[in-house]
Nanobody
């Protein structure tokens, strides 16, 4: 079955960096656009970044532009999110998701989801 497994979350001070990774299995990875979403306590799941099947196209939430970078390695079936200049408001559970064919910023259009990894940014 399809599995998406996130890693790399943790506790970091404001201004610091983290790199999240997501390892995919059970699917033809290069057929899927990949996205990162996050959910803070008491809030809805929100789009962070997405990358096209080839990696040639990306899309970012305004809150992520200039600070976060999404990338993928289709030879290793992984997608990563480099997060720099972290802020306390970035604290959330971060989820990796796979969308067949099309890059999207809409959670409902994603076919598969990981279990999430916690990111906590202290002030």
């Amino acid at each position: 079955q399809v599995q998406l497994v996130e890693s790399g979350g943790g506790l970091v001070q404001a201004g610091g960096s983290l790199r999240l990774s997501c390892a995919a299995s059970g699917l033809t990875f290069s057929n899927y656009a990949m996205g990162w979403f996050r959910q803070a306590p008491g809030k809805e799941r929100a789009f962070v970044a997405a990358i096209s099947r080839s990696g040639g196209g990306t899309n970012y939430a305004d809150s992520a532009k200039g600070r976060f970078t999404i990338s993928r390695d289709n030879t290793k079936n992984t997608v990563s999110l480099q997060m720099n200049s972290l802020k306390p408001e970035d604290t959330a559970v971060y989820y990796c998701a796979a969308q067949l064919f099309r890059l999207s910023d809409t959670a409902g259009q994603y076919n598969y989801w990981g279990q999430g990894t916690q990111v906590t940014v202290s002030s």
